[in-house]
């Protein structure tokens, strides 16, 4: 009996251990992971988030029906928590649910960095009405898509934007788009 006890208790902490997936980095207020729904996952997360939070993608490929949409938020971070900007990717060309990829409206002092987005049906990274926009080590872009959206990076009507370290391709308008944002680096 102690045998049966002792191996049953073996294989408890083993699934425990396996079914944990990524830890939740100390930095991170918020925190989600792939799943079987990701834009159900990824906007329940997003409810009733406040000023100066941290939303952290863990790595993975995030699939998306409908627009992820922050808005009237300051200090916010929203981050890939993989080793490079690649190993965190919001794919939405399965999008149906609307034009835009990631939506930030009205977003002061917003960090966006280290992550990859794809294939939504028209923008897809889309910030206005911010102040203090960074984007920071991303990668934004059509792989799948045909015919592409049209602008990877798009911070309009919002002022002091940095886009540091960052990549558009696959465009089919410009990818990246500040024509309508003050003081822009």
């Known amino acids: ?56 993608f863990a790595p993975g490929t995030y699939r998306f029906t409908d627009p992820v949409d922050f808005r009237d938020l300051e200090g916010l971070t929203v981050r890939g928590t993989g080793a490079t900007r690649a190993e965190v990717v919001l794919d939405f060309s399965g999008e149906t649910g609307g034009a835009k990829g990631l939506t930030f409206t009205a977003v002061n002092d917003l960090l966006l960095e280290n992550l990859t987005v794809l294939d939504a049906p028209g923008d897809n990274i889309f910030a206005t009405g911010s102040m203090g926009v960074t984007f920071r080590n991303v990668s934004s872009g059509w792989v799948t898509r045909m015919p592409s959206g049209r602008y990877a990076l798009y911070p309009v009507q919002s002022t002091n934007v940095l886009l540091d370290d960052v990549e558009a391709f696959g465009s089919s308008d410009a990818g990246i788009y500040v024509g309508q944002a003050t003081n822009c680096i």
Not at 29 to 51: K, L
């Open 1 to 56: 009996m102690r045998q049966i006890n002792f191996a049953l208790s073996v294989i408890s902490i083993l699934l425990s251990l396996v079914s944990c997936g990524p830890s939740r980095p100390a930095d991170c207020t918020r925190f989600v992971t792939p799943s079987a729904d990701d834009t159900g996952t990824v906007n329940a997360a997003i409810v009733g988030i406040a000023d100066c939070e941290t939303f952290c």
